[in-house]
């Protein structure tokens, strides 16, 4: 499974962005996609998940109401929609693709940096 990540960029503190992660390859192994972050001298976290048969979803606390995570099937896409961005939301955005037990470790695509100005 090949990922392909796109959509970050530079915004002041209460703009929005729209990130977009396209999947390829062996997609039927994949049981959900989401995205995670890694802001400078922290940990990866997991920020929001969506599962790809039944659409349940998974927010981190910290985003919970201003971030949306969406899935278009027939794409093999995962949009993220952030609103109301702040400065502490900086940091890489990290696509990720877990399979199905048993198919495999987890997918990642490559970051892409979301900057929100103050």
């Known amino acids: 499974v090949q990922l392909q990540a796109s959509g970050g960029g530079l915004v002041q503190t209460g703009g929005s962005l729209r990130l977009s992660c396209a999947a390829s390859?062996?997609?039927?192994?994949?049981?959900?996609m989401g995205w995670y972050r890694q802001a400078p001298g922290k940990q990866r976290e997991l920020v929001a998940t969506i599962s790809i048969d039944d659409g349940t979803i998974n927010y981190a606390d910290s985003v919970k109401g201003r971030f949306t995570i969406s899935r278009d099937n027939a794409k093999d896409t995962v949009y993220l929609q952030m609103n109301s961005l702040k400065p502490e939301d900086t940091a890489v955005y990290y696509c990720?693709?877990?399979?199905?037990?048993?198919?495999?470790?987890?997918?990642w695509g490559k970051g892409t940096q979301v900057t929100v100005s103050s």
């Open positions: 990720n693709a877990a399979p199905f037990k048993g198919w495999g470790t987890d997918y």
């Open positions: 390859g062996s997609i039927f192994s994949i049981n959900a």
